[in-house]
């Protein structure tokens, strides 16, 4: 009953906000990719199976995406006659995958809306043996068609947000009944096992294992890509180099007004910005000009010769998956959503290159991580432009102290390795349960 009733609301609200979406898919382009495979129409091809078992393993966006890559690695090496099919919601999610899991994965297609007849139909064309979902993606009806098929549903990386919490335990009469429907929990923190348990799920089926983004490797060039790539950015040995990550509105602002007092005090001081989002990078362009600096975008470098004899104030990352190499060119690195209340994101790439990383006071949905890093020095939290222009200032001047902040933030990663190995021994207790795959 309360899923029927569910389904009635989710339908009316489909109805009520369709032209709000037709609107979005006319004039905005990003929202008609993946439009037919999120309705449950995929190609065939997509899902042919080739193995003797299908896992469906889903991560709704970028990070998500990334934190998984090793887990599926690891996967297929140890059972490489099991289909995978990886599913993201997002077109920059649909990209990551595609550049970093095409050799491991049959499939990378687009999560259904959690429309009831979308989602009957999609289960039953990827017909998987066994659900991996990473972090916070609790979808109803997915679930509960998955659970009355007998198709186990892990959860890793697991992690429970304060404001989904909160929403979840509003609704507490409908979202247990959807939490039940999870085989097992692995979950980043003690805390998010707490509210798991709250929230429905058996205590004997949660555990902490950790978080998986512990477990990225660390994206580099070869020392001959990496003078050619510096060449291109018009970057020197000399100079110092500011990263600025996953920046969000609000925050470039900040970010070019603090560049720009700085480099009145050291001349070898350059920027690069990355936006969150590509929709954004022609308003940055647009910021960045109006700031008077001299700047380069990086896909003019896609269209032309890689070397150029230009130095720039700022250069634009307006291309998708190279900002985790990026880091690596920094001197200090910031990593945005934290200025702005968005939650954060993945502090943990640049301490990978062992660059210090900064942040914001709003990194909540990265609590823990923040925490350990500012214990261990590895991480700084400033709270508005003032104390970012301070701390960089420091780093900058001392060479040495950015070293040691670095070396501080990569041992806190080496602690906390093997989060993978965890994950994928919880999984194939049901792959193994289930006599799934040879």
Known sequence: ????????????????????????IIFAGKYRKGLFEKFGFIDSDKLRKTGK????????????????????????????????????MTLTG???????????????????????????RVVQRVSPDIFIVAEKEIWPNILNVLKAKGVPVVVVNGKISDRSFRRYLFFSFFFKCVFQNVAFFCAQTERDRHRAVV????AERVCVTGNLKFDMEIPVWT????EEIMQALGIRDSDIVFVAGSTHDGEEEIILHVFSRLKRELPGLKLLIAPRHPDRFEEIENLIKSKGFSFLKKSDTHHSSLITHHSFDVILLDTMGELGKMFGLATAAFVGGSLVNIGGHNLLEPVLHKKP???????QDYREIADILIKSEGGIMVRDSSELEGVLRKIFLDRRLAKERGEAGYRVIEEN??????????????????????
């Not at 709704?60 to 995978?84: F, M, N, W, Y």
Request: aromatic residues 12%.
């Open 1 to 24: 009953m309360i899923f029927y009733l569910y389904n009635i609301l989710v339908n009316l609200s489909f109805i009520i906000l369709l032209p709000y979406f037709l609107f979005k």
């Open 53 to 88: 078992k299908r896992v469906w393993l889903h991560a709704v966006s970028v990070g998500e995406t990334k934190a998984v890559i090793q887990l599926v690695r690891l996967l297929k090496k140890k059972h490489p006659d099991a289909d995978i099919v990886f599913s993201t």
């Open 94 to 120: 649909n990209i990551i995958a595609n550049e970093n899991l095409l050799s491991y994965v049959t499939s990378v297609i687009y999560f259904p809306l959690d429309l009831l007849w979308v989602v009957k």
């Open 199 to 202: 929230l429905g799920v058996p």
């Open 223 to 226: 020392s001959p890509e990496r």
């Open 357 to 363: 990383v900064i942040f914001g006071q709003f990194i």
């Open 417 to 438: 390795r093997g989060v993978t190995k965890k994950c994928l021994a919880i999984i194939e207790k049901f792959l193994n349960k289930n006599s799934m795959l040879a």
